[in-house]
C-alpha cells in the first residue's frame, strides 16, 4: 500500500526555534490531517486541512494543504518542551465514501536542553 | 470524553501462539480500524470496518484476522505469533455522520513483542 514521505525522519532542536516538516505524495489527496503523538500514548489530531491551498493555524502551529494536492506542510514556531513526540501526516481519498487515511513515516521531534 | 480503550498495553508472547488484542470505544463509531506501528514505517493499516460483522483487509493484513461482533469492539488476531509481528498495534475509530472530518481517535496502543 502507499505511504506517504514525511521528512525530515528526526530533529533534534533548541528550545524557541521554529520547525518545519513536510509530507509528500505521488498521489492526490482530498484532506490532508496532522497527528501528534505523545511518549506512550496514541496520536492525536491537530490540524484539518480540506482544500487546497488552505493554511489553517492552531495556536503555534501552522499547516498548507499544497496546491497541487500532493502535499502539506506543518511549522511550529517558538518550540516548547510539550513539543516533543513524534508527528504523522495523513491523507484521504473521498472515493465513494472511502474513510481510510494513509499516513506518512513520521517525524521525532527532541527538544535538547 | 471520548475513549477508545486498548485491553492490554504490554504482551509478551511466544511464537506460535494466538494472540487476541481487544479494542472498545465508547463514541458509537461505526468505522473501526487496526495499525502497526514501526520506526521509520509510521503507521501501516491492517484491517478496518465500517459496521457490524463487515471487514475490509488493509495494506498489510498477511498473518491478521479481525472479528466485529459488537458495534462498540473490534478485536484483532494473531493466528500464530511470529517475531515479525513484534510491533505497537493502534486500534481507532472514526464517526460516518456529518460533518465528516475525517478524524481518527486512537487508543493508547498495545506493545507486542513476540520471542
Known amino acids: 500500500g502507499q505511504q506517504l514521505n514525511q521528512s525530515p525522519q528526526s530533529m533534534f532542536i533548541q528550545e524557541g526555534e521554529d520547525v518545519s516538516m513536510n509530507c509528500t505524495s505521488s498521489s492526490i489527496f482530498n484532506t490532508w490531517l496532522w497527528y501528534k503523538q505523545d511518549p506512550g500514548e496514541g496520536p492525536v489530531l491537530l490540524i484539518a486541512l480540506y482544500k487546497a491551498g488552505e493554511l489553517t493555524s492552531n495556536g503555534r502551529l501552522t499547516a498548507q494543504f499544497g496546491i497541487t494536492r500532493k502535499d502539506s506542510f506543518l511549522n511550529i514556531s517558538a518550540s516548547i518542551p510539550s513539543d516533543v513526540g513524534i508527528y504523522f501526516c495523513?491523507?484521504?481519498?473521498?472515493?465513494?465514501?472511502?474513510?481510510?487515511?494513509?499516513f506518512g513515516t513520521g517525524t521525532r521531534l527532541t527538544i535538547i536542553p | 470524553d471520548v475513549k477508545v480503550t486498548q485491553s492490554s498495553r504490554y504482551l509478551v508472547k511466544r511464537t506460535g501462539e494466538k494472540v487476541f488484542l481487544e479494542c472498545v470505544q465508547d463514541?458509537?463509531?461505526?468505522?473501526m480500524f487496526w495499525y502497526r506501528q514501526d520506526p521509520g514505517l509510521g503507521l501501516r493499516l491492517i484491517y478496518f470496518?465500517?459496521?457490524?460483522?463487515?471487514?475490509e483487509k488493509g495494506d498489510i493484513p498477511e498473518g491478521y484476522s479481525v472479528s466485529r461482533e459488537k458495534k462498540e469492539r473490534f478485536s484483532l488476531i494473531l493466528e500464530s505469533a511470529s517475531t515479525n509481528q513484534t510491533s505497537m498495534y493502534l486500534c481507532?475509530?472514526?464517526?460516518?455522520?456529518?460533518?465528516?472530518?475525517?478524524?481518527?481517535?486512537f487508543g493508547e496502543g498495545s506493545r507486542l513483542t513476540v520471542l
Open positions: 463514541m458509537d463509531h461505526e468505522n
Open positions: 495523513a491523507g484521504q481519498r473521498r472515493d465513494f465514501g472511502n474513510e481510510k487515511l494513509t
Open positions: 470496518s465500517y459496521d457490524v460483522k463487515m471487514k
Open positions: 481507532a475509530s472514526s464517526s460516518s455522520g456529518l460533518p465528516n472530518t475525517g478524524e481518527l481517535f
